[in-house]
């Protein structure tokens, strides 16, 4: 039998997951499992998330949350190794080594600390430049060759494809260069301001939760900028359009294109009948998230068990990493 490859992911826990996570990250990653070819890791990343402004409830309270999100859209303990990043030691171990041979340059040039620095000017701290290397060794010591991601993580992937380079230069071949799985799912755009990526930071009204009621999808996406409605209007209908082809049945999504490009679309049906779909096709989702809301340490329990087998392959990797390196 040949050794299935392993295939790590990591996400940030910062608050419910919402649809464009869910259509990025999520999904593929439940496909990815369910297709039986993997040795699968999940990581939520505590310790990244810390490089944000976040105080320790919400960390905590967060963390937790995405933890129970994620089993509820279908990540099976069973079939992946879900864990929390500070569960496991070894994550910052390998990071400062990694932080040892990678050039300051190479961090200071990564999209998303330009990014990142700019959005937080009162809190450009070193973990923010150092993030690449602590992703470095989430993704190395489990020796991962396949890392699904959305586009904006490629240059952190890249760079750790070039710090196993520059640990194998220095201390022999020892890591295996890992590659992108590219989620092929185009990036959700903001409910109001479509010109940008769907998140968080910019308010309720700009997401769908996962755990939305159907009430509330009806209210946001009632809200959503369309065309009749401004200069971002177009995009705004691309966007819902783009969710209606990702949610719904071909034909209705056939139907509304026909309508677009004739000009007879009626926006408001659109979005009623795109709130119902995704209303829809989260309702099992509402109903795993409750129980797992109530039964907490279930969760607690399935990441206690997550952690223990991660730090197992973990604990080989440190091993012989501190042995190359000449620290045993
Ligand atoms: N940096 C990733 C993000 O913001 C999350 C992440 C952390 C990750 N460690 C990882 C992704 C390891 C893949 C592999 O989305």
Redesign the pocket.
Known sequence: MTKKPIL?????PTGNLHIGNYLGAVKNWVDLQNSGKYRMFI?I?DL?ALTGNQSAEEVKKNTLNLAIELLAAGIDPKKTTLFVQSHVTGHTELAWLFNCITPLGELERMTQFKDKSSRQMKNINAGLLT?PA??AS??LLYQSQR?P??E??VQ??ELTRSIARWFNGRYGDYFTLPEVVLTNIPRVKSLQEPDKKMSKSHGEKNYIALCDDPEVIQNKLKKAVTASEGGMGSQGVQNLLGLLKEFGEKDVYEMYLKQEKDGTIQYGNLKKDLAQIISDTFSDFRVERKKYLSNQRRVLTILKEGAKGAQKVADKTLKEVYRLVGLR
């Open positions: 790590i992911s990591g996400i940030q990581c990343v990244h993030y602590l992703m989430d993704i890392i991601v959305g904006d993580q952190h992937v």
